[in-house]
């Protein structure tokens, strides 16, 4: 009964043994065919989820074709920049044409409205050139950082992590920005021609303008022959050269042009006109001025019927050097030293010019300091002369007292 107990317990024990081993397979067994499973799906995920080379390849090429549509873009707006402003000039040079056609066909007398016209009309085009600028600087300093923004994340993040989804979603937006692209480079294009065909119809008016201009002008040979003429004319007022009567012709002459009202004279030609009026020659009688007792040649050169200025003198002593116009019997008629000059000799007065003027505050400051030395000299001789007197009269002095003391004893 032992034996049988313990046989009975033995067989128990091997069933429950295999029992457990088979629990233990089955186990295993399920544990493997999970993680084949995991592994499976894992490779299918890994292999077929990404973009393949060329769908990578198709990506990058996009990206080019947007790059340079946009380059395409920023160098059209550059150029209708261009057109723009070139547009902007011709208009302004119409504008200027008209005015100085209307200039010259309405000769008008008063002038002083134009004087601020050429300031106004620089500052004007410096703004206009200003603006211009400022809104092409902004507009290619936008479309950098719109680019760079756009690039930025593509260009960080590495190729091995992107995702078809990602892919797809980049393939999307860039086809759309390329669509966009396309259309603004056509729209510019289109904006471009149209620009180019004002500009060529501009510069046609501009030509117009400017023969109308002419026309009224007389022709650049008239517009050169006036701008000459009032030039030398300027300079003759100026100098005060030859007569006032002949300039005073000479700017009547002037005054039949049209030329006088245009912008480029009309003040030239008005200031003209006010020095010629203030210019009149040195009053002097026929017969020139007679010398009276008391008279030098720097108190008559002072008199407001001669210079009205002293240091006019050696214009009268060049004048009177040679010879005078006249001089009473016995009286020399030149004066060789200017401090020398006689009652009753009549001095020839030239009319005072700038070149005479200039000579004589030269020859005058000259005469001074040589004069200025001389008398020195001439005093330093007689204080050496008086020396001498005073000695000699002291030795007679002693003399003639030795002499009467003698007589005494």
């Known amino acids: 009964s032992t034996q049988s107990t313990w046989g009975i317990k033995q067989t128990i024990f091997k069933q429950r043994q295999s029992k457990y081993r088979r629990y233990q397979m089955a186990k295993l067994k399920k544990m493997f065919m999970i993680l084949l499973t995991v592994a499976f799906f894992g490779g299918l995920v890994g292999c077929g989820g990404g973009p393949d080379e060329e769908q990578l390849k198709q990506l990058a090429d996009l990206k080019a074709e947007v790059e340079k549509l946009q380059s395409d873009?920023?160098?059209?707006?550059?150029?209708?920049?261009?057109?723009?402003?070139?547009?902007?000039?011709?208009?302004?040079?119409?504008?200027?044409?008209?005015?100085?056609?209307?200039?010259?066909?309405?000769?008008?007398?008063?002038?002083?409205?134009?004087?601020?016209?050429?300031?106004?009309?620089?500052?004007?085009?410096?703004?206009?050139?200003?603006?211009?600028?400022?809104?092409?600087?902004?507009?290619?300093?936008?479309?950098?950082?719109?680019?760079?923004?756009?690039?930025?994340?593509?260009?960080?993040?590495?190729?091995?992590?992107m995702t078809m989804e990602e892919w797809q979603k980049q393939i999307d937006d860039y086809t759309a920005k390329k669509n966009e692209l396309t259309g603004k480079v056509a729209e510019l294009q289109k904006d471009k021609d149209a620009l180019a065909k004002t500009l060529e119809t501009k510069k046609a008016d501009v030509k117009k303008a400017e023969d109308e201009y002419w026309s009224a002008v007389g022709g650049k040979d008239k517009y050169d022959a006036f701008k000459t003429n009032l030039g030398k004319l300027e300079t003759t007022v100026k100098n005060k050269e030859g007569k006032k009567e002949d300039a005073e012709k000479m700017y009547a002459e002037l005054g039949k042009s049209n030329l006088r009202c245009h912008p480029d004279f009309a003040a030239r030609y008005k200031k003209l006109g006010e020095d010629i009026a203030k210019w009149g020659p040195v009053v002097v009688a026929p017969t020139g001025y007679t010398v009276v007792k008391g008279d030098c040649l720097y108190k008559i050169a002072a008199k407001k019927e001669i210079y009205s200025n002293p240091k006019m003198w050696p214009v009268l002593w060049e004048a009177n050097e040679k010879g005078v116009v006249s001089a009473p019997p016995k009286v020399v008629k030149t004066i060789k030293n200017p401090n020398l000059i006689y009652p009753g000799q009549v001095l020839k007065v030239p009319a005072l010019t700038k070149e005479l003027e200039k000579n004589a505050l030269d020859k005058a400051k000259k005469w001074k300091r040589t004069h200025h030395k001389v008398v020195k000299k001439e005093g330093d001789e007689v204080k050496k002369d008086v020396k001498k007197d005073e000695k000699k009269d002291v030795k007679k002095d002693v003399k003639k007292d030795a002499v009467s003391y003698t007589h005494l004893r």
């Open 73 to 161: 873009v920023s160098k059209l707006e550059s150029e209708k920049a261009d057109l723009q402003k070139q547009i902007a000039k011709q208009d302004e040079s119409i504008k200027n044409f008209q005015k100085l056609t209307d200039a010259v066909k309405n000769c008008k007398q008063q002038v002083s409205k134009r004087k601020n016209l050429k300031k106004f009309k620089i500052q004007r085009r410096i703004q206009q050139m200003k603006f211009q600028k400022l809104l092409l600087v902004l507009l290619v300093l936008s479309l950098a950082i719109g680019s760079k923004f756009a690039f930025a994340q593509d260009e960080e993040t590495p190729k091995e992590e």
